[in-house]
Nanobody, 124 residues
Framework: HVQLVESGGGSVQSGGSLTLSCVVS????????MGWFRQAPGKERGGVAM???????TYHNSVSGRFSISKESADNRIVLRMNSLRPDDTAMYYC???????????????????WGQGTQVTVS
């Protein structure tokens, strides 16, 4: 039974930093892609950053250079460090996971079968 548990998030002023964490439990396959989507009120959900079990990463253009995703250990825990936050980063952030390695569909929500419950990030 695969479960995703998110932590972090909260409220911060523009220009500040926040860190999100996600742990995937119950994963028994060798390869995994993990990452984050976000959805702001009235907007579509979109990919933010992804990392696979080989350490390859990809970022949405809007966060490139400000956000950093890393895989902290062998137990499928990822961290998203968000710097220089802006009001348009305000959204519910969802951790996602699925098998394989990063591919051209990495930023497609249809690629991911496993989702966390979400954690709110508010930038004012």
């Amino acid at each position: 039974h695969v479960q995703l548990v998110e932590s972090g998030g909260g409220s911060v002023q523009s220009g500040g930093s926040l860190t999100l964490s996600c742990v995937v439990s119950g994963w028994t396959y060798r390869f995994i892609v993990m990452g984050w989507f976000r959805q702001a009120p009235g907007k579509e959900r979109g990919g933010v950053a992804m990392i696979d079990s080989q350490g390859s990463t990809t970022y949405h253009n809007s966060v490139s250079g400000r956000f950093s995703i890393s895989k902290e250990s062998a137990d499928n825990r990822i961290v998203l460090r968000m710097n220089s936050l802006r009001p348009d980063d305000t959204a519910m952030y969802y951790c996602v996971a699925d098998g394989g390695l990063l591919d051209s569909d990495a930023m497609s929500q249809d690629r991911y079968n496993f989702w966390g419950q979400g954690t709110q990030v508010t930038v004012s």
